[in-house]
């Protein structure tokens, strides 16, 4: 059976979220974050998950285990603005059971 | 100026669909982008990625869809102002509009219907101090015309084509052209990096890498940016230049129709969508991803839906006094602003002996 995992989010106003996300509906983390509407809609997700614009950039908080990056994804970071080394597109993040426990913070919304 | 029965903003695939149910109403159609080109997103950001949720199509190309909805409404001859944003609605006494472009081009429309999907695509601006003081003055988000740089230094930031692109052609053109990117590694094509590469060693662009531009000084006009090294503070160094331009593709915004007295709720405009997808202001409807009514969905198919019965809405708007019924096209037919005809063949009726 599928369970939920728990995950932390810290949203950009600094606020601590600890929600809980299916690991059976094909979610990615940034659909997490606006099923949960912790960032306002149209300032997350823009581009619908295509790793086309960095608006579900997210700093990595703990040592989870992540899927290696792919080239979508990290030539889109090299392309956004705040990137820290522990920069991830939520959007090419799924949801597995690998990640029960994350923590991650939301990049500031590009001006 | 421009007349027209409906002005459409947004060029994208909802906004061209409603230019073939409003022709099926003998309604003219005018649309407005700030994209250079019709399609929108799909266009500009994916025209090579399969969609599959069109009803009656497996799989559709972005790009293909486009191309479909351009052949579609060609007997309804919608004029075009493209690579302009609309920036100022003004409402005349009769009921009627004129919007005004950024460009100063004027629009005079009995009905409004805003498709503008997520926003006018402009600029990614990088978050530099300061560097909106320079706007104009030695910084630009785009090159509007090259001749500009002609024997000037020139400072471009960014890793993708249009920063690959313009590095190239302004290494004809201007005395100095430096290329700084956060990376190594350049996502572009293949052929555009590998000239920037030639040009390089040919000693006509400089290639700074990893790096990115953290500063801007100058009195009055830009005179030297801030580069900063490997991410290190302490290899941060000056370059003169009199120019300064930063390429990091374009991003949609909802721009200056936020200000046009329109509710808005989620960046999104409120609709009614019980009826007719009209807005807070009569006249003045709103569809496809740039509107929102509760249990809205940001889809192709539903900006198809939505068209559609704004249109009827709008024909009477336009005419309230004459008596419509809708028409299936299979029945009527297509009758193009063009002189065309597109009907079904009827069926012929013969006795058998």
Known sequence: MNQDINITITDREGKTHQVLAPTDMAMN???VVRSYELAPEGTIGICG???MCASCQCYIKSDTELPEMEMDEEAMLAEAFYVKDNSRLGCQIPITSDLDGLKIELAPEEP | MIKTDILIIGAGPTGLFTVFEAGLLKLKCHLIDALPQPGGQLTELYPKKPIYDIPAFPEVLAGDLVDNLMEQIKPFEPGFTLGERAEDIEKLDDGSF????DQGTKHHTKVVAIAGGLGSFEPRKPPIPRLSDFENKGVSYMVKNPEDYRDKDVVIAGGGDSALDWSIFLADVASSVTLIHRRNEFRGALESVDRVKELKDMGKIKLITPAEVVDVNGNGHIENVLIRKNNNPEEDFKLETDYF??????SPKL?????WGLEIEKNAIKV???LDYQTNIPGIYAIGDVNTYPGKLKLILCGFHEATLMCQSAYQRIHPDKKYVMKYTTVGGVTGFDGSRKQAPK??????D
């Open chain 1, 29 to 31: 983390l940034m659909e």
């Open chain 2, 272 to 274: 009614d969508n019980s």
């Open chain 2, 347 to 352: 069926a012929v009726v013969r006795s058998i």
């Open chain 2, 98 to 101: 004129i919007v005004t472009t």
């Open chain 1, 49 to 51: 998950g295509m790793a």
């Open chain 2, 245 to 250: 331009i930063p390429l990091f593709g374009l």
């Open chain 2, 255 to 259: 721009g200056p129709i936020a200000n």
